[in-house]
């Protein structure tokens, strides 16, 4: 059996190695038929897409001709590739400014129906009657400079204005045949990229899945199945994990931590070097929603795989514990139905992408503009939708809190949670639990509480006023920064990347602000409680050890104290890996909550105990 | 304020040195050769086994005890003289005391084997042990554990962890048959034998035999077997680690003689946990206890006395906790290993053998005296209040299900083990509904 769970083994890092090599394997070329399919999804009509495309074709051509360096691999074709969008859409721009643009005839006759006797007079019937009815160039005067009008400021004399206006306009002319551009954000770079690339992944796409997913899944499930006999009878198996460099920062936990931590980094940041690797789950991604995989798709995909092979080795760890066999399988179905396969069929049936049960603040962009527009836009679904996000943050959330505990959610219902439970199992005594982890833990969740809050507020000031700043604050910019501090650095980079090192729940316990929210609600206002068996306890510490929150459980449970803590998100394992069977999750009535608060412990009749 | 000196960090001494702080304004000194800060004795397994580090089973962390007022000495006690209240050190100096407090604990039993005292022969009790072990196990292929209780089954599954093959020698017929009754004993026995150890009943050490590099290299039975192992664990049970006061005018039986407020014949000085031993049983207790719960409660209690809140050792009904490889133990009250003339008990066992229930009740009054459980957990507070409320065995059937304390979603076998109650003692209980715990504390 143990031989077996090598072959698992060998099998699981060999599709590992394929996956990696993958991502770098196969020619990169600018293609003129590629370009044309890309960007001409209909060849049969003459359209937008055949100019785009021989522009592109066009901005290839010029590249090559001052670039000798070939383009043929993902680093050469990635550098090269702005540079070409850059110049394409500098030609486009160039080319039609002359038709679509403002000439400097077309100033000159606004500047001299400007220059009245009274002085400068500008105005929509002042452009009216400079560019008479060419109805595009009053539309762009008149939608960009109405800042200009008589009513809204002076000039001082012909030569201010004329050089004011010209300056707008050469910014007008620069931007015109925005529909020809194309974009250089992180999904077109990442798009162009799949469609450039010739690669098995591409050409051979079953094969290298099987080649890469096919070997990952089928070595990890025969790694963690053969532990079921492996592991001997059922039971509390810990042994050796902290004699393992994979669980005990080691090597090992080094290297997976880099892997982790790269991959995290070319998924937010640099999707375009990993589009070999969304190839993969194209087919996947074109049966539940009918579009071609995105970045996030393929995220979202191994985040499901990885949960469900780990959930196997949490099946057969915790075989004689039901709590955590419920808990694992609630928490893996929510995150494949609701977090992956709901919002993807939404897609196929044209109706907004939308995670049921990711509730703001932990879901930050629930209020951006985009995503409320989206929704508004949507009839009566996207209003429910929107209705429903509501709900579940202000109602739903903190009444299952009051019943339940946050476990309901952290333990039992959020995908953040569902990782960390499984993939993050093995990480969970890595947990700092110092004093002084515990009050960086307080300054850090509550100011990301804050954050995450004034950062909404600003983005619906904005939303529903049309302002883009508050007390100078620029509504868009923060958000940004929000997204890119909290959303990726802090709960992907370093709450999952460096599960390794930090332990599993990193994000959970210093960052989620979902979290900090639950959290004082179970703190002040709840009916859970980790109750202390009496007098059992004797101090042996796999409580604290094990506690993924890094909660020092230990130190409540031999005073005889119950643990009522805003951090705990009731995994049980606590209660599970207690020798003694001093700890039990428990909802009950608030009355006597905290249990014994004498230092005095049960078992000493010499001291009348609190009851 | 006085200085008050404890010897010993254990969970005697720094429960009393914690319990005093609480209470008063006194110096306090704690004095050990053992560590520099305060462990959890019970956890050095999970350290060897690989669950925990040395550090995770400290209960406090190192600035505790500095931010408290509380002086560590790491050093070892080598005469107290009582007379002009001085302790001489083996580091060559001197501690003053106003109130000494001997916390000093046990050390395993040697029984006078033949090669006792060999290399690769040792116990499983100080931190020093654990060291030892590490050692040991390097090279260890196989191992002989000497003694059927709590140590000797920690020290199995040990060496099960680590893939070394364990011969275990049990004096009596089943495991810990000295404390358990048959049923449970039995119980536990099969599932050690379940995990591949050679376990040996009815068997006792008779010689310890060296290798020519000076080791142990076998062991001889009292079957005559001769075994080969690189290392022994001796396991046959504690006695109070008592040598260094025998020199002082401390009195000395087994234990340090101590009154029912742990105070010596000497004024000012006192002993609590594993090393005391009291002149007269309290409580219908034995008079030298060795158990974490009870060096704590005398921790608890001599504070008070010490803080000037005379208080005598009045320990609550007894209870207990373990772990047997991967089955829990828990008792309340006192299940016997030999059920007493006027005692009626009740055994229950799951059909797997792994989970089991034992009820202890008097024949004539039908009072509950005593539970064992196995592979259930139970509620302390409850047990505790039916044990000094006297109640009948019927009223504890009767609320099983708000006494269980297993995690949310357990299985549980309130039914099935109400309705053998009730076949097999002709009783008539009703199993009740579970109810919210407290509540039934309330009435």
New interface residues.
Partial sequence: MKNLKKIGFVVFMLGIVLFIGNIFMGEYKFDGDKIRSHFDSTPDVFDKGDSIASGFIDAVQQYEATNSAPTTNIVTFNAALPQIIDRHNHNVSDALAATEGLSSDDVQSVVSGANQESGIVYSEEVIRGALGDNENKVKMLVDNTSWMYTDQRDFADVAEFESTLQSKVDELNGSVGTQYHISKEKWSLLDINKAMVESGAKTSTWLWFFLTFGLIIIGSVIYNGTNYKIL?????K???????SATNRGWVAWIVLLFLVGFYVALYFFPQYIANAVLLVDPVSEGLSGNPASQWFLYGFIYCVAMSVMAIRMYIKYR????Q??RTTVVLFFQIAFAFIIPELLVRFNMPYYDFKNAWPLDYDFFFTYNIESLIDNGTLGIFMLVWGIILTLIIVPIMVYFFGKRWYCSWVCGCGGLAETLGDPYR?LSN???WAWKLERYLIYSVLVFAVIMTGLVLYTFFTGSGSLFGIDTYYISVVYGFLIGSIFSGVIGTGFYPIFGNRTWCRFGCPLAAYMGIVQRFKSRFRI?T????C?????C??YCEQGIDV??YA?KGQNIVRSSCVGC?VC???C???VL???N??E??RFGNEG?????????ELN? | MSKIVIIGNGISGVTAARHIRKNSDNEIVIISAESEHFFSRTALMYVFMGHMRFQDIKPYEDYFWEKNRIDLVFDYVNHIDTDSKILEMKGGSKITYDKLVLAVGSKPNKFGWPGQDLPGVQGLYTYQDLETIEENAKTAKHAVIVGGGLIGIELAEMMHSRGIETTFLVRESKFWRSVLPEEDGDLITRHIIDHKVDLRLNTELTEIIAGDDGRVKAVKTSEGDIVECQIVGLTAGVSPNVEFVKASKIEVDRGIKVNEFCETNIQDVYAIGDCAQFNESINGRRTIEQVWYTGRIMGETVAQTICGNKMPYNPGPWFNSAKFFDIEYQTYGLVLANREENENSFFWEHPKGKISVHVVWDKASGEFIGINTFGIRMRHDIFDKWLKEKVSVDVVMSELRSANFDPEFYRTYEKEIVDQFNSKTGRNVELKAKQWWRNLLAK
């Fill in positions: 001997g009878e059922a039971g509390i810990n042994d050796g994990i902290y004699h393992e004689h514990n039901r709590y066999i419920f005594q639990k110092k004093m109750t068996n009496g007098g059992q004797i101090s042996c510490g796999n604290s050890t230990r130190a031999q049980g209660s599970a890996v020798p003694r069977g039990k999750l428990e009950g009535p009355e006597n230092p005095i412990v049960l078992g000493n009749d010499g001291f009851k």
